[in-house]
């Protein structure tokens, strides 16, 4: 099970980490991702990390100022967000794929899914 968390309501230009908690089985060795979806829009890729840490992927829209990173002997990834922008407004969600994976940048490649958590960005 995963467990998403550290969403809230922020102004633009602030900073935000979410974190992403695995509990019940380990997801060490998984591929991991973040997600997000706004309301009326399709569920995309923010960012990607691949079992070993050795590869990571982002979206164009939030290079430069997003960073994923995991803590496999936590058994939890994080988000770091700066700058934040309004159309960053969403739900996110964080994801894990198939043992040994790399990255993985659609939704279908996805298995284990958390809860969600809000981030929204005013103006």
């Known amino acids: 099970q995963l467990q998403a968390s550290g969403g809230g309501l922020v102004q633009a230009g602030d900073s935000l980490r979410l974190s992403c908690a695995g509990s019940g089985r380990t997801f060490s060795r998984n591929g991991m991702a973040w997600f997000r979806q706004a309301p009326g829009k399709e569920r995309e890729l923010v960012a990607g990390?691949?079992?070993?840490?050795?590869?990571?992927d982002y979206a164009d829209s939030v290079k430069g100022r997003f960073t994923i990173s995991r803590d496999n002997a936590k058994n939890t990834m994080y988000l770091q967000m700066n700058s934040l922008k309004p159309e960053d407004t969403a739900v996110y969600y964080c994801?894990?794929?198939?043992?040994?994976?790399?990255?993985?940048?659609?939704?279908?490649?996805?298995?284990?899914w958390g809860q969600g958590t809000q981030v929204t960005v005013s103006s």
């Open positions: 994801a894990a794929s198939r043992v040994g994976a790399g990255v993985i940048t659609t939704v279908g490649g996805y298995s284990h």
């Open positions: 990390i691949s079992w070993n840490d050795r590869g990571t």
